[in-house]
């Protein structure tokens, strides 16, 4: 029963992935955290440059200078047997230029195929692949640009289809207020048909979102505002689509924001992180239950050259996902 509940989180979790051969690619998957620190803060953060070069998944302006030959790689542990992972390789470019090369993967697992008649098949793997290529640029002290190119590969059973995304971000940083505004429009482009189907590419769903971040001056705070999904206000958490009944509208308000809040030394050797994402805790709701859905939590620290994070992020009471991140600067091994 308890696997049953973890597949069924699984599939509404990841945009119910492998349910027809017009729409295998599961865009949601490019909405997976790339790294421990960035699930801790609710899967999307597009303001906060730090020092974790992942944060440029989700705004691609975040890659910086500071960023220049660093390594990150990401591993998950999603639901029902269900393995995410990604990678992110980055290098300066003249004074003010920055590129980076990265991937992202999904493996759905093995599953057990039937024709119409109900005769086994035998078995079969879904996957999803991206790769991408990043140039962030810094405009002046203040302003930072940067775009983000990803063909996406997905592959169930015989199926194979092709996506071709883009991702552009603006940053603002104003250093003497310790203040970070920044602005993403993600996944741009479209899904193409494969060799057994004809049908027409459809538009990858868009991401619009806004976010703040501030920094305390005399203690080791960061607080973090997120808004998401915001190119479509009445968003239904169930089936992503304008819903027929009519909601208040605090609750479509809120299920756009992300809050949350790191504890950062300057150093930024060590950070513990926590969050809550309005739109997450309402997806899969248990009515009259206390939930941990839409927390999410994270510690991260250094061993030797090395920054090791954990982080975690609460979907439904039996389901939670475990992301383990290493990130270094491969400078500091002569590389």
Same mark, same amino acid.
């Given at each position: 029963m308890k696997k049953l509940v973890s597949i069924c989180v699984g599939l509404c979790v990841l945009s119910n992935t492998v349910v027809s051969a017009q729409s295998f690619i599961s865009p949601n998957f490019l909405e997976q955290p790339a790294s421990a620190h960035l699930a801790a803060l609710g899967g999307?953060?597009?303001?906060?440059?730090?020092k974790d070069i992942a944060f440029s998944f989700s705004n691609p302006a975040l890659l910086s200078l500071q960023h220049s030959n660093? *390594?990150?790689l990401n591993v998950a542990s999603y639901f029902a047997g269900t393995g995410y992972g990604s990678g992110l390789y980055s290098h300066s470019i003249a004074e003010k230029g920055m590129w980076s090369a990265g991937f992202q993967y999904i493996d759905y697992g093995q599953f057990e195929g039937f024709d119409e008649f109900g005769v086994g098949t035998g078995s079969f793997s879904a996957k999803d692949i991206a790769l991408q290529m990043t140039y962030a640029h810094r405009l002046n002290p203040y302003f930072s640009i940067g775009a983000t190119l990803k063909p996406v590969l997905g592959v169930?059973?015989?199926y194979t289809l092709f996506a071709l995304a883009s991702d552009f971000g603006i940053l603002f940083v104003d250093e003497e207020s310790q203040l970070q505004i920044g602005f993403t429009a993600r996944n741009i482009g479209a899904q193409f048909a494969g060799y057994e189907s004809a049908e027409p590419?459809?538009?990858?769903?868009?991401?619009?979102s806004v976010g703040v971040s501030k920094r305390l001056t005399h203690a080791p705070f960061v607080f973090h505002l997120t808004m998401q999904q915001l190119q479509r206000w009445n968003y239904d958490v169930s089936t992503n689509v304008v819903p027929d009944n009519e909601l208040s509208f605090a609750s479509l308000l809120a299920r756009h924001f992300i809050v949350g809040v790191d504890v950062l030394p300057p150093s930024e050797r060590f950070w513990l992180a926590l969050s809550y994402n309005f739109l997450r805790g309402q997806e899969l709701p248990v009515p009259e239950l206390f939930s941990l859905a839409g927390f999410s939590g994270g510690i991260g620290f250094y061993i030797r050259?090395?920054? *090791?994070?954990i982080g975690f992020g609460s979907y439904h009471q039996a389901a939670t996902t475990l992301h383990i991140s290493l990130r270094t600067d491969l400078s500091k091994f002569g590389l």
């Open positions: 999307n953060n597009i303001s906060f440059s730090g660093e *390594l990150s169930y059973e015989r590419s459809s538009l990858l769903p868009l991401n619009i050259d090395v920054e *090791l994070g």
